[in-house]
């Protein structure tokens, strides 16, 4: 984990962290309405490389105001797949209480983002990285990869659970649980 997170603003939070409500509850992880880098469900954007682990990849994220007529959370970078890297990524724990660790959102059938690719290449492929219980290392998750067209405005992306596939140990040998999901990252 590094420095790949920036505030474009003031960061304090808006409210008591007990007048948040669970990403559960309101079905939504992040409307951008709080000060970065918290989520609108009261938990904290982070950045991270692969530098981690040895990479020479390099990023950055930042809230801006007008990416394309809307706010929205901006992951900058060059990823690199020099030294076994090969990764830029922003996540955020989903659950409030730091006790529980995890939130249950087996009520739903998957996730869904707004994005926009405005990269070099024609096409940008991503990953959404999901970790629960199974994922005890840190190169463990369950992901969903998917392309978007660079320059072509924004697109609601939906990845269903069943589009989730483990990685690493644990995940490999472990099918998909979103009883307990304790983290997001893309």
Request: with cysteine; aromatic share 10%.
């Amino acid at each position: 984990e590094g420095p790949a997170g920036k505030s474009s603003g003031p960061s304090l939070m808006t409210k008591a962290p007990a007048a948040f409500q669970s990403c559960v509850d309101s079905g939504t992880i992040d409307d951008m309405s709080e000060n970065f880098p918290y989520t609108s469900c009261g938990t904290t954007w982070r950045g991270f490389t692969d530098q981690v682990m040895g990479g020479v990849s390099y990023g950055r994220f930042e809230r801006e105001q007008d990416v394309d007529g809307r706010t929205a959370n901006v992951l900058h970078g060059k990823v690199s797949l020099y030294n076994n890297g090969g990764f830029v990524q922003m996540a955020t724990d989903l659950s409030l209480d730091p006790f529980v660790g995890s939130v249950d959102a087996s009520d739903y059938d998957g996730i869904e983002l707004d994005v926009l690719c405005q990269g070099k290449d024609d096409t940008g492929s991503f990953n959404v990285h999901l970790r629960n219980p199974a994922c005890a290392r840190q190169n463990s998750s369950y992901r969903a990869t998917f392309q978007i067209e660079s320059g072509k405005g924004w697109k609601t992306v939906r990845l269903p659970w069943k589009d989730f596939k483990g990685f690493g140990p644990g995940p490999e040998s472990t099918p998909f649980d979103a009883t307990e999901l304790r983290r997001v990252g893309i």
